[in-house]
Every structure is written in C-alpha cells, then in structure tokens.
C-alpha cells in the first residue's frame, strides 16, 4: 500500500508529531527545516513558488522555495490536493533518508 502524507508522522523529539500533510499561507515553520518521517524518508518544509499538483515532483531551492521539476529524484508534493502558489508544505524525500 502506497503511503501518503496523512499516514506517514514525524519523528525525533524536536516535531514530534508535526502534521506532514499539512499546508498554510503563513509558515508555521523556518523554511529548510527537515524531519524524517515514519516511512524513513526526509521531509523538508519549503514554499511552493508555483502550483503543485499531489505526488508532483520538485526541487527545493536554498532559501526553501519549491518548484516543479518533471523527472527529478529529489522530492515530491506529497501533500493532499497539492498547493497553491505561496503556500507552505512539506515536501517528501524521493528516496529513504540515509
């Protein structure tokens, strides 16, 4: 069974619990800030700079802004319904955090 956001939590002390599926207009977060999640994989909090469609791939710039980025290995919009332009999310590692 395929995860999604709403399935997957976070661990370690710091965000404990912080809601990965989650998405606001104001940051609830300092962009960049990174959590594994239970399903083993990093989850960085970032904002869309254009609309992101669920499970869209992307890639997250160095002041923490997402763009879509067809074919990349990096991250994906795993959040529900995707995210409008200016929204704050949590984008999923593509791969199981090392």
């Known amino acids: 069974m395929a995860s999604t956001a709403s399935s997957v939590y976070a661990t370690g002390a710091a965000l404990l ?6 998405k606001s ?3 609830a977060h ?23 469609g669920s499970a869209s791939t992307c890639k997250i710039g160095a002041a ?10 990096g ?9 409008a332009v200016g929204q704050w999310f949590w984008a999923k590692g ?5």
Do not use: N, Q
Not at 75 to 83: A, I, L, W
Not at 94 to 98: D, E, N, T, V, Y
């Open 30 to 52: 300092k962009a960049l800030t990174t959590v594994f999640g239970s399903d083993g994989r990093k989850h960085i909090y970032a904002k869309a700079s254009e609309a992101l």
């Open 75 to 83: 991250f994906t919009c795993d959040t529900t319904g995707g995210v």
């Open 17 to 22: 619990g912080v809601d990965l599926d989650s």
């Open 64 to 73: 923490g802004s997402a763009s879509s980025d067809a074919g990349s290995a």
């Open 25 to 27: 207009s104001t940051p």
């Open 94 to 98: 593509a791969s199981i955090a090392k």
